[in-house]
């Protein structure tokens, strides 16, 4: 889902100075809780959560145990490519305060190992969804971690403040890839997902990046606050949740969800709204820190709620899937 949750490593171990990067052959005393920082677990369980939110809403059915390896996939193949990402971003991670002490820069892990380490595992959880699931499950989970990796992190990041806007589709294809785990198959409705988180991660992200532009403008990453300045910021974080809120409320209309989950949408599609709002004239890092907290909150209710839908079985058309 690209970079948009920031996670916080463990503490550096004595004699490892934190922003320092590591030599190689620096990582003998490697822990595995180094290893799992690698796969941005925080970031990473938002991803898989809306993966299974497209699983249990898909049409058709998936046998528990098929559906358990779908997600697993999703977890590993999101996971991997945030290895890949710390290994690509080391030099801006050890400069940044928030990600000074991540398991590279901070001198845990080497470089060599982490690149090996998502490499193996990206190309594992494909092999295992192209296997165990199907083909079309497998190419979308492919394509997202190529997307994050290539489009994102190589080549957007440190040359565009468009940078999250296109890149954030890398962490719209998880619900599209638990719905063609189930059926085989990309739809509207699955495109639909994809759409809602796209839209909802330009202003999950720019509310952090508001309060940590100053990291920014010194690992020299062009993100929107620090080339366009604080007040367009603002704005373009405003209308983005105009659009994203209408959004929401599509698969009501399309009996994808039911009147529950219309009801969760347009309440939580309010308060995000407001605190939008409010960022517009409070113009203090706690006001941009709010709504970055909120805007995590909201994405998990709407598909919690999304997925209590379908599982009481009060969506009326297309979104009633089941895994038996």
Not at 52 to 81: M, N, T
Not at 100 to 117: D, W
Not at 228 to 247: C, E, K, N, Q, W
């Amino acid at each position: 889902m690209s970079d948009a949750s920031y996670d916080i490593a463990a503490e550096s171990r004595p004699g490892v100075v934190p922003g320092a990067l590591p030599r190689a052959g620096l990582s003998e005393g490697a822990r595995l809780g180094d290893f799992v920082a690698l796969l941005k677990p925080r970031v990473m369980s938002l991803v898989v959560f809306t993966g299974f939110a497209g699983l249990i809403v898909a049409p058709g059915s998936l046998h528990p145990l098929l559906a358990a390896v779908a997600v697993f996939c999703i977890a590993v193949g999101a996971g991997a490519a945030g290895a890949i990402n710390m290994w690509y971003d080391r030099d801006i991670d050890a400069v940044m305060e928030r990600t000074r002490r991540r398991p590279i820069p901070a001198g845990r892990v080497a470089p060599a190992e982490a690149l090996a380490f998502g490499v193996v595992l990206s190309i594992f959880s494909v092999l295992l969804m192209c296997l165990a699931v199907n083909l079309a499950a497998a190419a979308l989970l492919g394509l997202a971690n190529a997307f994050y990796v290539f489009v994102y992190t190589v080549w957007l990041k440190r040359r565009t403040p468009q940078n999250i806007v296109i890149g954030g589709a890398a962490g719209a294809f998880p619900p599209m890839i638990g719905w063609a785990a189930v059926t085989g198959a990309v739809s509207l409705e699955s495109i639909l997902l994809f759409l809602i988180v796209f839209m909802w991660t330009p202003p999950h992200f720019w509310a952090l990046a508001l309060y940590r532009d100053g990291d920014y403008a010194k690992a020299g990453v062009p993100m929107l606050p620090v080339v366009a300045g604080r007040a367009t910021t603002r704005r373009h974080i405003l209308g983005y949740s105009l659009l994203l809120v209408p959004l929401t409320l599509v698969p009501a209309v399309l009996g994808m969800a039911g009147l529950l989950y219309g009801a969760a949408a347009a309440l939580l599609g309010g308060l995000f709204l407001l605190l939008a709002w409010r960022l517009q004239r409070d113009h203090s890092d706690r006001a941009a820190q709010r709504l970055f907290g909120f805007s995590i909150l909201y994405l998990f209710a709407l598909f919690a709620v999304m997925i209590a839908d379908a599982g009481f079985g009060l969506a009326g058309g297309a979104g009633a899937g089941s895994m038996w």
